[in-house]
């Protein structure tokens, strides 16, 4: 990255708790922490991962950057404006800035609506308004994403997984975004069509000038088309750093435990000589949310909090110092 630019987006200490309520009297218990105190930044023109299980609070990370939840605390700035606090009108101008690419790309359309009509939302929200000139504007975007012209007046049951996402995609195009929210673009996909919206993805990228925030659990894609990657896990980052350092030289032991259960032999690497899971009682009751699975669980680990640290340029880990 041009460490003279400031990121297009950044992220610090984000926070959101959902209430639980269990009981006949439906008692408040101890929250969900979604997510937890979160930091990260993504630069422009560059792809910033977000991997993690199921459940680890991603995609609630790209509601409140979207806006679509109400943050409890931290900051959101976007092209150096803090976000976090605007209501929904003095949002809203923003809002076509940041577009997002959903999981399930049939479920994302209205299916009575024809292509041409759910993109033109978009092309209006833009400015174009003359019909002629709409028109002209969905068969470029459908053009980019490499549907024929005829696609636009056809319906979403009519086509597939693929060409389905690719719509999704021009749809999220036609307001000129200049960062996109991919929530697991590609899981509901065929293997053999994955590859296709990946490069399309890239080719977007350097076409456009786009950013991404790329989530997903599939780390051979990450490592693929992300410049950087923040590993997530019950709400926190685990480990920070760009794409090439955190595959080569992976520090946190959550980290290892995502890279061995990846189906690709060659991010593996030191992963393969994982040790059994702690079995201390004292575990539990650790401040490290991950202690009850940690390999590395030490004395220490039971009293103290971990703080990210810096073990090499640019590379963060939420872990305490290894003895020795």
Request: net charge neutral; with cysteine.
């Amino acid at each position: 990255m041009n460490e003279t630019q400031a990121p297009i987006l950044a992220v610090e200490n984000l926070k959101k708790y959902f209430p639980v309520r269990q009981g006949f009297f439906k008692r408040e218990q101890a929250p969900v922490r979604a997510v937890d105190g979160v930091d990260l930044s993504i630069w422009p023109r560059h792809t910033l991962g977000l991997v993690g299980e199921s459940g680890c609070g991603k995609t609630t990370v790209a509601r409140l950057i979207l806006r679509l939840l109400d943050p409890d605390s931290g900051i959101i700035r976007f092209n150096g404006q803090e976000i976090s606090l605007l209501d929904e009108q003095r949002f809203k101008p923003l809002r076509k800035q940041i577009q997002m690419i959903f999981q399930d790309p049939y479920s994302s359309l209205n299916p009575r609506m024809t292509v041409a009509q759910s993109i033109a939302e978009g092309v209006r929200i833009a400015g174009i308004r003359e019909n002629t000139a709409q028109r002209r504007r969905i068969e470029q975007l459908l053009s980019m994403v490499g549907m024929p012209k005829a696609s636009a007046d056809r319906y979403p049951h009519e086509f597939s997984g693929g060409q389905r996402q690719r719509v999704g995609i021009a749809r999220a195009l036609s307001v000129a975004p200049r960062l996109i929210l991919c929530d697991e673009p590609i899981s509901a996909l065929d293997v053999s069509i994955q590859a296709q919206i990946i490069n399309l993805l890239k080719d977007l990228q350097q076409e456009l000038g786009l950013s991404y925030l790329f989530i997903s659990h599939d780390l051979n894609v990450v490592s693929y088309i992300c410049d950087h990657v923040c590993v997530m896990y019950r709400g926190q980052i685990m480990e920070s750093a760009p794409a090439a350092e955190i595959f080569e030289n992976p520090q946190h032991p959550y980290t290892l435990k995502l890279l061995a259960a990846a189906p690709n032999a060659e991010l593996v690497g030191k992963a393969e000589s994982i040790p059994p899971l702690a079995t201390n009682p004292a575990a539990a009751q650790s401040p490290c949310s991950f202690a009850p699975q940690c390999p590395e669980f030490a004395p220490a680990c039971a009293h103290e909090p971990p703080a990210l640290r810096v073990v090499a340029p640019g590379h963060f880990v939420r872990c305490l110092p290894k003895a020795g």
